[in-house]
């Protein structure tokens, strides 16, 4: 792909979190898995196959996934749980938004968004405790992205094969 940040990526398969941990352990690392698997969906991508649109007449890429889910890392984890600055990246442009140009700075503001949540959350003492950003729970917080890395995976699952012009699991 070319992008150092993609070459460092661990896209090997996971196995589900177990189910005999806690509820706030079980839901952090459902998050880590429903991200990786997220990640998963940028291998064997080029530069043009993460921002081709691939089902027309949808404006959608993969590039534009990750561009979205670096407004709901910030929105839901990093400042919803953290607090500070609220930052908008892209405004209404992320899903149909991105370049080749630019592949690096979205992929870096997504990692650094994803670098950012361990360290809010470890701020929250309980799952029941606020965010200082949204005032919404911890666990509230975590189920929801879980929920949005589960649906933004599946259509990245279907762009990537899409983009590649075959299915590469």
Do not use: C
């Not at 806690?22 to 698997?37: I, K, S, V």
């Not at 749980?81 to 992320?94: H, I, P, Q």
């Not at 990692?111 to 965010?131: R, S």
């Amino acid at each position: 792909m070319g992008s150092d940040l993609l070459s460092n990526l661990d896209f090997t398969r996971r196995e589900q979190p177990a189910a005999d941990t806690g509820t706030r352990e079980q839901l952090t690392e459902w998050l880590a898995y429903q991200r990786h698997e997220f990640q998963r969906k940028l291998r064997g991508l080029t530069p043009a196959g993460l921002v081709q649109w691939s089902i027309p007449p949808v404006e959608l890429s993969v590039l534009g996934l990750v561009r979205h889910m670096t407004q709901m890392e910030h929105g839901y984890l990093s400042w919803g749980l953290g607090g500070g600055d609220r930052v908008d990246y892209y405004g209404d442009d992320d899903y149909a938004g991105g370049s080749v140009e630019i592949i690096d700075t979205d992929l870096r503001r997504y990692f650094d968004e994803v670098g950012k949540v361990d360290a809010a959350m470890a701020a929250l003492p309980t799952i029941d405790a606020v965010g200082a950003g949204h005032g919404r729970p911890l666990g509230a917080t975590l189920i929801k992205m879980i929920d949005e890395y589960a649906l933004h995976s599946g259509q990245a699952h279907m762009l990537r094969f899409a983009a590649l012009g075959e299915i590469i699991r």
